[in-house]
């Protein structure tokens, strides 16, 4: 059976989130959990839970806390028992398969580079997310975060990874891999996206062109690339964008009898509505190009987002993940040294 | 009285809504129009709506046009007697104030700096948007697509561009300055964020900090700055999330009569969110740093919209933003000689 090692320290509402989701996903998955953080605290949880012993959970202690606050390199440097240096560990020697956390997303990027590697083939290990679509099925986005600057062959490594990712993961058999610009013919963007561009046109991957903001939703692509720094702004700028759009419905909606009894008539379509495009229901975020499986959550998630974020780190051991995007990477790289380098 | 040219063959329901707002423009504000394209298609809209003659509405011929998909460098040097350059070239002789065009972005941008021209002081003109926030006021965000590949002091300059429009057309008398990053921190972001974070801090400007995606729409500042990708980039992504979650709302609404009802029952709530957070009421996008008015609209602009950017305009006019900017940026030079080369 897949052990995933969960660190309980994360989220914003730690540990209380990290254990619950740890709990519905042990009731609701084959899978084994080891609970990573100070261990007396961990039991009191479990305990206060009813749940003494599960022979499926383990705890691993580590006393220390790396915090959202932490500046990410002296962090990982000196805080060698934090949850996520511990639980890292644990997943490098061997002892599970998989590593979760909801903190710091830097702390646990710098440290799962440096403590779980990257294969030689791969250059750059990035963050790839599901984002909800109208269609109903996911768009994969590469990179969210782990690289601010990135190099052509970066964003064409991403684009191998991500479509791995979007077959193993969305089912998909040939999907639709665009480049995110500001313009859909090939001279448009920055010269990053120019030049990424042709080593995309020229690759095997199914590339579709360039993508522009407007239709990342529209369900029209599959995979879609970029550096971090862009990715990471079109992530945050959508949640802002959902969050403004239901505080401001909201306010209008509390304005006068009618609209509430409208409200209150409609509410089950808004429900539906929000379980549709939930972020938290495509569960975390994987740091795809690093030797072991290892996703971040958001700090904001709850239970439901932890058990889904176990869910995905289960189905990317049981399909191979790690394996397949560092075998594609090698092989691209083979039959393509000029295109990449 | 200001005259301001309005470009008809530019959006995508050209020239009709250009026209429905040239007239709805010139009955609601004091204002001159010099409506440029085809003369006899011009002639035969206004008819049609009754308008033979109305001494404060001209007409330039223009027999050419540039359309969405001409490609911008070829299309500006060739099409010389296009709605866009002589439009342009009507403003730089003197014969009106400012250009309004809703058409091809890229061949507006590009025409309108070699026609209009930049003042020696400013390196290069970036495109400013007003967009919507939470608590009614606005919030400029600058290069939202003019300048692909930035510089550190491109940046400083679109903020005190950005910092100077949103004192002339917001009323603000110290805008709250921030720079677009992936991260709270000075440390956070890419190496131009960094850079540009330094000179922004030893400016004079009321500058803030970095700001995230997440919080473009809170109303927590009033300028934001990035590189004309990456705000092209927020742009379209907002509008992109705003037009799926309308239409999954929708979606969801027309499944039951339950929520039918309570979608009628609500509507007076959804009409007025709409026209809160409805981008064309913003009107325009003006091209900050060339030596005269110029205004682009959306291509999908409705009439509302059109007269909006011509108000925008003559503000702009009357509020002599382009003196105020060419002024404030040299001397900013000439006392931080330093800081920005």
Request: charged fraction near 25%; proline fraction near 4%.
């Amino acid at each position: 059976m897949i052990r995933v090692v969960l660190d309980v320290m994360g989220g914003d509402r730690a540990p209380c989130h990290e254990i619950e989701g740890a709990l519905l996903a042990v009731s609701e998955l084959d899978i084994e959990l080891t609970l990573v953080g100070p261990e007396s605290r961990i039991r009191d949880e479990l305990r206060r839970r009813g749940q003494r012993s599960n022979r499926r959970v383990e705890v691993l202690h580590a006393p220390e806390v790396i915090t959202m606050d932490d500046p990410v390199i002296p962090a990982i440097r000196r805080k060698r028992n934090s949850s996520i240096i511990v639980g890292l560990h644990h997943v490098q020697q061997g002892k599970a398969q998989a590593f979760i956390s909801a903190g710091n997303t830097g702390a646990v990027m710098a440290a799962a580079k440096m403590i779980l590697k990257t294969p030689p083939a791969i250059d750059r290990p990035a963050l790839a997310t599901i984002l909800p679509t109208l269609t109903g099925r996911g768009v994969v986005l590469v990179d969210v975060g782990a690289n601010a600057e990135c190099r052509p062959t970066h964003l064409l490594q991403f684009a191998i990874m991500g479509n791995i990712y979007a077959r193993m993961i969305l089912g998909l058999r040939s999907p639709r891999v665009a480049l995110m610009s500001i313009g859909e013919e090939e001279v448009k963007g920055n010269d990053l996206t120019r030049e990424a561009y042709k080593l995309l046109e020229r690759s095997d991957l199914n590339f579709v062109g360039n993508i522009e903001g407007r239709n990342i939703y529209t369900g029209e692509v599959d995979v879609i690339v970029c550096d971090g720094f862009t990715g990471n702004v079109i992530l945050k700028t959508s949640e802002g964008v959902f969050e403004m759009l239901v505080a401001g419905i909201r306010q209008e909606l509390m304005k006068s009898v009618q609209t509430k009894v409208g409200a209150f008539l409609s509410r089950p379509a808004f429900e539906t509505f929000r379980r549709r495009f939930d972020w938290s229901e495509f569960g975390g975020a994987p740091l795809l190009g690093v030797k072991e499986v290892c996703v971040i959550c958001h700090g904001r998630s709850n239970a439901r987002a932890i058990r889904n974020a176990i869910r995905v780190a289960k189905e990317l051991c049981e399909r191979r993940v790690v394996e397949k995007i560092e075998h594609e990477i090698a092989r691209f790289e083979r039959e393509h040294a000029k295109a990449i380098r």
